[in-house]
């Protein structure tokens, strides 16, 4: 009946010690691993790609032949000047060219059906593996360049796909086939024909070798560009109220301006390519003219055999025409795929121990026992800290920024292991618990409640998916939120924009806490609200968590005089250690820290 209220998006900070995969993956650094992963992507479609192989096949031979009886017919009607048989040639030629186009079609059709699904089971195991990711890795990367990663670079994997697979399969099977037909028809003119593709081969292996690298930047700066979009539109109150939209402007256009460049280059030296091959063709189309036409006055070829060389000099160019500018938009496809695989090569949250208890928590007591953790090698945030709260009762953490009260409720979610020392929640070591058990009945209401965009009523079941709208409407009177939302004109079916733009930070705390008291945890973690807030809601807020800490063991972050006189112990922490522990009143005896705090800080709340 309890749920986990937590959302994914609340916490910034993950575990250290996580499951190695890096063993069964292939390294997506380098291009022909890549290619190995995207094939076994497609081998899923192994039927249908058949197909398409075949339809390729059709066409490209149905494409040679056309030619060929083009040149037939020049020998036999204009060579030989006889009209008859005409039409059942003619008649030939059109199914020719009708076989063809409907095998280019259906070959289409079939690829665009596997890039699809390709790239459907793409983006869906990258946006499920995105939420087995532990935090710290959302920390590390602009939220706005993984989006590029989940729309930009499969987009270009998609649309790679539906045109590469083919194009480089038809030119294969078009180089070999004109070749073969070429030889068979003159091997000497083949041979002068052949002298331009080694010329080809240099050309486009120079532009290529630095067109790849360039392409890999551009999709590199485009993903720094969207990330950099993301972040000054969800940050544009920020930016707005400290003045800084040159500033913000000016960084834009650096980055915009790194893309054009990268961008431009990658586009220019590619859009060489054709221009070379033109050239070459035109080359070779003149050579074949005038070594052809002489061969044709000693009578050792017929004219019909020369269309077909000339149009064939340009049917096998084209492949490779096709290639070298296949070759340059895989590449970037490669770059797209690479970036996509990095990130399901990002390691998750470590897998629960073999014979972890699937029990969920019953009373919540905690106790910490010599816990020792640092989030860097070297580094220590907590200290040897150990305390218990009995089942039912309540802490609050209270010490400067930096202290290392958030890592207190990170090692007690289980976000971050221990480096020293052992958790216990009722009085079992949390790292013989599964995790889903653990965070079961474990409730959250933290500072910055997240809202999705959706009703308040979605917004408070949240907290527990199954619950009746008139248990969703309890929850809201519970946590005062009900009077402020029956006042709204759409009632609980308001719809809140992103992160609940559009109700008041007060608003949004009471909504957070109604989902809290719909989840109706065993454990309870408070991360109270700092920011300012109108008096009567602060009451409000403060009425219902009272109500919401009543009977659960709660862990408070304390920011509140109210809440923390409230809690039946007080730990001071500064830098890791603990300082000062004890009751409201005892601490003030002591006169220590936390007295001092409350004098500067409390007393004139
Ligand atoms: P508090 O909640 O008391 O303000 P925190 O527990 O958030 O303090 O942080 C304690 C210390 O740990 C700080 O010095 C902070 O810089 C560091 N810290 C917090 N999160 C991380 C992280 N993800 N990686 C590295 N250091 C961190």
């Not at 010690?17 to 691993?33: E, L, P, V």
């Amino acid at each position: 009946m309890l749920k986990d209220i937590r959302s994914p998006f609340q916490y910034k900070k993950i575990p250290i010690d996580q499951k190695d995969h890096s063993k069964k993956r292939t390294k997506a650094k380098d291009a022909k691993g890549t290619l190995g992963r995207m094939w076994s992507y497609l081998a899923e479609k192994k039927g249908m790609l058949t197909l398409v192989m075949i339809m390729v096949v059709v066409s490209a031979v149905f494409g040679l032949l056309g030619p060929i009886v083009i040149g037939r017919a020049i020998d036999h009607f204009i060579v030989g000047r006889t009209a008859s048989g005409l039409f059942p040639i003619l008649l030939g030629l059109l199914g020719i060219y009708v076989i063809q186009s409907l095998s280019l079609w259906f070959q289409n059709y079939w690829m665009i059906n596997i890039s699809q699904s390709t790239v459907f089971r793409m983006r869906s195991e990258l946006f499920t593996h995105l939420h087995e990711l532990p935090i710290p890795f959302f920390d590390k990367q602009r939220h706005g360049e993984l989006m590029s990663r989940v729309t930009n670079d499969i987009e270009n994997v998609s649309s790679t796909l539906n045109t590469s697979v083919i194009q480089i399969l038809s030119s294969v099977i078009t180089f070999v086939g004109t070749i073969s037909v070429m030889l068979y028809m003159s091997p000497l003119l083949t041979l002068i024909t052949l002298i331009i593709v080694p010329i080809m081969a240099v050309s486009i292996k120079w532009i290529t070798n630095r067109t790849g690298k360039l392409f890999k930047e551009q999709q590199k700066n485009l993903g720094e560009l969207n990330g950099y979009i993301e972040e000054s539109i969800s940050g544009a109150k920020v930016i707005k109220a400290y003045s800084r939209e040159e500033q913000v402007t000016a960084e834009f256009l650096e980055k915009n301006d790194s893309l054009k460049a990268s961008g431009f280059w990658a586009q220019t030296i590619s859009g060489f390519i054709p221009k070379v091959m033109n050239t070459l063709n035109n080359l070779s189309f003149t050579i074949i003219a005038a070594i052809g036409g002489w061969f044709a006055l000693k009578g050792w070829i017929t004219i019909g055999s020369i269309v077909v060389f000339a149009e064939y000099s340009r049917q096998f160019t084209r492949p490779l025409n096709d290639l070298a500018n296949q070759f340059n938009t895989m590449l970037s496809a490669i770059a797209g795929a690479e970036r996509v695989f990095d990130v399901l090569d990002e390691k998750e949250e470590r897998e629960d121990e073999k014979n972890a208890l699937h029990q969920p928590i019953q009373t919540g007591a905690i106790e910490f026992r010599h816990v020792s953790f640092g989030y860097e090698e070297g580094s220590q945030t907590l200290k040897h800290l150990s305390f218990t709260v009995p089942a039912g009762q309540s802490i609050a953490f209270v010490g400067p920024t930096g202290a290392g009260k958030t890592t207190v409720t990170n090692l007690l979610a289980r976000f971050y292991e221990p480096d020293e020392g052992a958790i216990l929640i009722d009085g079992i070591d949390i790292k013989n618990m599964t995790r889903s058990s653990l965070r079961k009945h474990m409730g959250f209401v933290l500072q910055d409640s997240f809202l999705f965009q959706g009703t308040i009523r979605e917004n408070i079941r949240y907290g527990r998916l199954d619950a009746t709208d008139q248990e969703v409407e309890e929850a809201a009177k519970n946590a005062n939120a009900h009077s402020f939302i029956e006042r709204l004109p759409k009632g609980y079916d308001t719809v809140l924009t992103q992160n609940g733009a559009g109700i008041s930070q007060g608003q949004k705390q009471l909504i957070s806490i109604a989902r809290a008291v719909l989840a109706d945890p065993v454990l309870l973690i408070l991360d109270e609200a700092t920011s300012n807030i109108d008096t009567v809601t602060e009451v409000k807020i403060q009425q219902a968590l009272a109500r919401l800490m009543e009977g659960r063991t709660s862990v408070m972050i304390a920011h509140r005089l109210n809440t923390i006189q409230r809690a039946d112990q007080i730990v001071v922490l500064k830098d890791g250690e603990m300082i000062e522990r004890g009751s409201h009143a005892e601490l003030l005896r002591q006169k220590g820290f936390y007295s001092n705090l409350y004098e500067s800080q409390f007393k004139r709340a």
